[in-house]
């Protein structure tokens, strides 16, 4: 009998004091029925992409050789492979195993590792700009948040024999807005709100098509925000 599937949310730079702030009525909703974390320590450097990468392979930087949001070395002739062939990650060893895995933006989920691709990738995060040493392409598609929670669904909604038993989704939001207004301002909060709105879509479609009870939901975050 195939295990439950299992979704993991990471909403970027989503500081633990933002559940404080009485704008995460879904969130609290999950920490109250559920299981939570105090808090949770980044790797270093508290950078995203080393971090959903560290999420991804259980090692840090130092080991799967992600250290920064973008790289470059000119001795390789073939970076993506020179970057991601080093470690394996945790949809690939899902695929090695007779599963299925599904990603959204996730980064270095559109790149085979050690010959083995991701079963869905949709709006993979490109790796190309991330290994020419140019500021990263984050996504190639510009799908809304929105339209990510409905994909998650849509999956779950799939056969069993296509079904994957693992999805990851990663969302921009609300790092963009910390580092731009700070922590504190209300253009995060509003971002926060959005956040637990999407919660809230993907809970109740959990809810309607009968699959509450029928999956485990993993939501986390990469790096908070200081000042």
Known sequence: MKPPPL??????????????RGKTKNLDIIKRCGSSAEYM????PS????????????LYPESH???DNKMYDPSHSDPKTRWFNQKTNIWNTAIKNGLKSATIYWFGSGV????????LVDNHVETNDFCTGMQPTYYSGKKSPESQIKQVVDWLLLPDSQRPSIIMAYFSIPD???????????????QVSAVD???????????????LHCVNVVILS??????
């Open 112 to 119: 085979a590792v050690q010959g083995t691709s991701t079963t």
């Open 197 to 211: 709105g999407l919660i809230g879509q993907l809970m109740s479609s959990l809810l309607h098509h009968g699959l």
């Open 222 to 227: 990469d790096h908070g925000q200081f000042v």
């Open 47 to 58: 950078k995203t992409f080393p971090n959903h990468y560290t999420i991804a392979t259980g």
């Open 65 to 67: 050789g992600i250290v």
């Open 176 to 190: 963009g807005a910390g580092h731009l207004y700070g922590p504190h301002a209300k253009e995060v909060n509003n």
């Open 7 to 20: 979704i993991v949310l990471s909403f970027d730079g989503f500081r633990v004091s933002y559940l404080q």
């Open 41 to 44: 320590y980044p790797s270093y």
